[in-house]
């Protein structure tokens, strides 16, 4: 009898084991359900916001835009009228209108400021655009132009650069310049020969340097007020020094380092030339001590014979030493 309600016993654990068991099952799948439903509720929730929220954007989007439309781009007071332009040389009037394609008669507030500030930055000659719209019916521009320092000529070119079709200009920083109109003041800048590089194009900085060492000689020069050298053009094609020819024809030659010291006893040289009234032919300022000078001399000559014309006086060079 103790057997059989032993076993007894043991048979209904089993049956309460499977009861709670399968409690637990049912409990667990109903909480997966629950909280997959509660997913679905709340991405339901964020498409129904983020639905909400798009068709706001859209409406204030052509809300906005029917409003911009009424009181601006359709508005008759904001038609352009003025076009106060300050080119700076760059270009004329008409090219300006014509490059730009500006008019009077269009509303002000179709003018596209950053492409028409894109368009004039394409002018080599450009430095600086401003652009401003003026309510109600004025558009201004400002140009500010680079200053050109010297001619560039190609290599091998020997003759003027600024009647050459291809012909560039550079300023201090090494920019290449490409001018619409040749100004008086640009026919007088010095020309710079010799220059070996392929990559000679307009509207692109040239790195090269010794196109850098001429350029830093003409600094030099033009931040000295008094100084006597007026320099026709640069020879770099040497690339250790600079023969430049200044505007009596005399030929210098410059070391292509330090130019202080050798600009220093140049003047000394000039003014001396102008004391005595001497001409300049050749001075070697690479060579410190006892500089190499050669002077241009003419010789005094007798008088014609009566009836017989004037002999024209030749020159001799002198050469000298000048500590």
């Keep these: 009898m103790s057997q059989f309600v032993r076993h007894t016993k043991k048979s209904g654990n089993r049956r309460r084991r499977r009861t709670t068991s399968a409690h637990y099952v049912l409990e667990v799948t109903t909480r997966s359900k629950w909280a997959q439903q509660r997913r679905r509720q709340m991405w ?3 498409a129904v916001r983020l639905f909400l929220v798009a068709a706001l954007a859209v409406g ?3 809300g906005a835009r029917t409003i911009f439309d009424r009181f601006f781009f359709s508005n008759p007071e904001y038609t352009l009228r003025h076009i106060d332009l300050e080119l700076d040389g760059i270009m004329t009037r008409a090219e300006f209108l014509e490059k730009t394609g500006l008019q009077e008669g269009i509303n002000l507030f179709v ?3 950053p492409a028409l500030e894109k ?3 394409a002018e080599s000659m450009t430095s600086q655009v401003n652009i401003q719209r003026v309510l109600p019916d004025r558009l201004t521009v400002r140009l500010r132009s680079h200053v050109p320092v010297a001619w560039v000529a190609a290599e091998g070119e020997t003759g003027d650069p600024s009647a050459s ?8 920083q090494g920019l290449l310049l490409k001018p619409r109109h040749l100004h008086p003041q640009f026919l007088s800048l010095p020309a710079i020969y010799g220059v070996k590089d392929d990559n000679i194009r307009q509207g692109e900085p040239l790195d090269c340097e010794d196109l850098r060492m001429a350029l830093q000689l003409l600094a030099e020069n033009a931040a000295r007020p008094d100084s006597l050298l007026r320099i026709r053009s640069l020879d770099v094609s040497h690339g250790y020094r600079i023969d430049v020819l200044n505007d009596q024809n005399a030929r210098i030659i410059f070391a292509n380092s330090d130019f202080a010291p050798e600009l220093d006893r140049l003047q000394q040289l000039l003014l001396h030339c102008a004391e005595t009234g001497r001409t300049l032919d050749t001075v070697n300022l690479m060579v410190k001590r006892n500089t190499p000078v050669t002077f241009v001399m003419a010789t005094a000559s007798a008088g014609p014979a009566p009836g017989s014309p004037s002999p024209e006086p030749k020159p001799h060079r002198k050469p000298t030493k000048k500590n």
């Design 165 to 172: 079709p291809h012909a560039l200009m550079v300023n201090a």
């Design 60 to 62: 204030a989007y052509f």
């Design 119 to 121: 368009s004039l930055r």
């Design 111 to 113: 003018v596209d400021l």
């Design 44 to 46: 339901a929730g964020w």
